[in-house]
């Protein structure tokens, strides 16, 4: 079609009511780098916590572990009081899949995962990462849902560039985790981050027929991708008290996130040591 015709049937074409185009904000050089220590920080968090992680340790005990690291950075934590949530950090064993709430009572044990999800307020911005750690030797089931979220995390990192869709990154930690024949949930997404934990856009880990995921990324967008993931199906439900999200079927569950930003040169990761 010569570009006159194309002109003139988009032209004829009848306006339909449309979405308006999803509205982020991008963030400044200066704003990257204060995110950049808010990440560092996260990253910091997780260090901890991974070395602590052991069979006989409470959840209760990660989550002042994760109070006492924040503190000494001079930040706080960004899901303390969020919506009334009780806690510093959100600690997920087995088949818990998001938002398990540190206890005294929940004592890790050899052969379990635990997903700890961290969220820094420092400076004004947010930084937000998630790590499902092994208790001492897991199973082969355990470690093939760890490393099969762990790689779709990546790949849809490595889709976080300018003139990309948000689509690419849905599309790209599916793949990975449907051809592995693991399920992606779907009531729960990645999020843009920045002075609130929760922006737009969404970030789905399925493709979906959402309006963000047509959103092309440009530099100065910052992103939280964070796939979750379950071994039996992608149905979850929340437990009695109001935080727990647990596979529909118990089975195991897991969940790897990252902060990060999308530059001239790629995708940069802010929640890295
Ligand atoms: N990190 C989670 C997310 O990205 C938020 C945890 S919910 C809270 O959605 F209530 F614990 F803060
Ligand atoms: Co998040």
Partial sequence: MSKL??????????????????????KTPREIRIMREAGRIVARVHQALQEAVRPGISTEELDRLAAEVLA???????????R??????????????VHGIPSRQRVLAEGDIVSIDVGVLYRGFVGDSAWTYPVGTIGPEARHLLEITERSLRAGIEQARPGN??????????????????????AYTGHGVGRNMHEPPQVLNYVGGDRDGSLIMEPGLVIAIEPMVQVGTP????????????SKDRRLSAHFEHTVAVTEKGPEILTLP
């Fill in 5 to 26: 015709k194309r002109h003139l049937a988009r032209a004829r074409r009848p306006r339909l009511p449309q979405a308006p185009p999803v509205r982020v904000h991008l």
């Fill in 72 to 82: 000494r950075h001079g930040a706080r934590s960004a899901f303390l009081g969020y």
């Fill in 84 to 97: 009334g949530y009780p806690a510093h950090i959100c600690t997920s064993i087995n088949e818990e899949l």
């Fill in 165 to 186: 869709r948000i689509r690419d990154i849905s599309r790209a930690v599916q793949q990975v985790v449907e051809s592995a024949g693991l399920h992606v949930v779907r």
């Fill in 235 to 246: 149905e979850t439900e929340t437990l009695a008290d109001g935080w727990t999200v647990v």
